[in-house]
């Protein structure tokens, strides 16, 4: 039997993560369900402040894998927001950072992202909404957001270690079974 880290314990390294996150995938997704089946406005504060807590133990420069491996589709509001701090024009931007994906939306052309140097936004100032509010754990970006959540916890540490320190402060039960609605 695994034994529990406690919630002051922090996992890092973004191989054990991913693995981590993996093998916990059905679990994380039954705590997702559990988490959904709770009322926003009971849970979101809990949420919010351990997602904080966690991130103050993690290094984000030392890290950086979102802007290494997430697909970003920027707002045409991102967009102009780029194009201005690069002293470019949106059209300018757009053809040489953004291609349509499969489902026609604007993304970045690359991955990683094309403004990450040494693993650090080259235009954090300007950079888009979602990048900002990434890893999505504050009251404001929940909802709506349970499976970007749950994905990112083969991403991301911050995101990884606040599910499992939630699943302690929520004494969720592993062997209790929630069926996601979605």
Same mark, same amino acid.
């Not at 809990?46 to 997602?51: F, L, S, V």
């Not at 807590?53 to 802007?67: F, K, L, P």
């Given at each position: 039997?695994?034994?529990?880290?406690?919630?002051?314990?922090?996992?890092?390294?973004?191989?054990?993560?991913?693995?981590?996150?993996?093998?916990?995938?059905?679990?994380?997704?039954?705590?997702?369900?559990?988490?959904?089946?709770?009322?926003?406005?009971?849970?979101?504060?809990?949420?919010?402040?351990?997602?904080?807590?966690?991130?103050?133990?993690?290094?984000?420069?030392?890290?950086?894998?979102?802007?290494?491996?997430?697909?970003?589709?920027?707002?045409?509001?991102?967009?102009?927001?780029?194009?201005?701090?690069?002293?470019?024009?949106?059209?300018?931007?757009?053809? %040489?950072?953004? %291609?349509?994906?499969?489902?026609?939306?604007?993304?970045? %052309?690359?991955?990683?992202?094309?403004?990450?140097?040494?693993?650090?936004?080259?235009?954090?100032?300007?950079?888009?909404?979602?990048?900002?509010?990434?890893?999505?754990?504050?009251?404001?970006?929940?909802?709506?957001?349970?499976?970007?959540?749950?994905?990112?916890?083969?991403?991301?540490?911050?995101?990884?270690?606040?599910?499992?320190?939630?699943?302690?402060?929520?004494?969720?039960?592993?062997?209790?079974?929630?069926?996601?609605?979605?």
């Amino acid at each position: 039997m695994e034994s529990k880290k406690s919630p002051s314990e922090v996992l890092t390294d973004l191989k054990l993560v991913a693995a981590a996150a993996q093998k916990k995938w059905d679990e994380n997704s039954r705590f997702r369900a559990f988490l959904k089946s709770k009322k926003f406005e009971d849970i979101a504060d809990t949420i919010e402040a351990e997602g904080k807590r966690v991130a103050s133990q993690v290094d984000c420069t030392q890290c950086a894998n979102c802007c290494k491996s997430l697909t970003v589709s920027p707002h045409p509001k991102d967009v102009k927001r780029l194009s201005d701090g690069l002293q470019i024009t949106a059209l300018e931007f757009r053809d %040489k950072y953004l %291609k349509k994906d499969l489902e026609g939306d604007l993304v970045f %052309k690359q991955k990683p992202c094309p403004f990450l140097k040494n693993n650090k936004c080259s235009v954090y100032e300007h950079r888009p909404e979602t990048c900002r509010s990434y890893p999505h754990l504050e009251k404001a970006h929940m909802v709506g957001r349970g499976w970007y959540i749950l994905e990112n916890t083969l991403v991301c540490p911050i995101v990884y270690n606040t599910y499992e320190s939630l699943k302690q402060i929520f004494s969720f039960s592993t062997s209790t079974k929630f069926e996601a609605d979605e």
